[in-house]
């Protein structure tokens, strides 16, 4: 597409959700494991599709691990699910959210979250500091954008509006039945954490 999300209005960030590697429980079950085994054999390791953030984290994996990765594009998480679980992959990369009821029911075992601190829904989940893994990490940012050159006071108006939602009880029960992270950035910190992103994705782009 011909199109740059940097040149968006950015409003709003209001949610944020890590992504997780998970195994079946049969397998391997620390990090450690997954990563002596990826450097004696190609693994497979599946995603929802290519170039999202699930598929960044996972080439920035490989190339900071020296892991041996043979990737599978999927079509949505819950088939990336189906493929770990059922043993067609040796690996999944998706969202914590969408990981949430197969990993309670034991049908996968998360190994990693992708995030520079522990996950709220994960929070024993190890992540690459605490492994002491030197990669950096992105994360799915829910929150709004318009297009280029939006006036400034529409853009406060919008914001203000995000900010009473960020604080409103009952979406904040919502939020956190789902375990999704409410975090308001107003547009200037969402845009910022835009940039961040394109750092990392530079070596990826084709």
Partial sequence: ????????????????????????????????QLLTASREKTLSGGVPAVGTASHINGLVMG?????????????????????????????????TDSAQTMAAAG???P????????????????????LGYKMPTMSTIRGFIAPPKMPADRVKILSDAMFKTASDPE??????????????????????ETEKQYIILGPYRH
Wanted: glycine letters at 8%.
């Fill in 111 to 130: 190994l990693l979250v992708y995030s520079p601190v522990a996950d709220s829904g994960f929070p024993e989940v190890p992540f690459p500091e605490k």
């Fill in 171 to 192: 979406f904040i029960d919502w939020a956190k039945k789902l375990q999704l992270d409410i975090t308001p950035r107003d547009g200037r910190k969402y845009l910022a």
């Fill in 107 to 109: 049908k996968v075992r």
């Fill in 63 to 95: 190339d900071k691990l020296g892991m041996k990765i043979s990737w599978v594009p999927y079509n949505s998480s819950g088939e990336v699910l189906a493929g770990v679980a059922g043993k067609h992959l040796d690996f999944g990369i998706i969202s």
């Fill in 1 to 32: 597409a011909d199109y740059k999300t940097r040149e968006f209005t950015h409003i709003f960030g209001l949610l944020t959700s890590n992504l997780i590697l998970l195994v079946h429980p049969d397998n391997w079950k620390t990090m450690d």
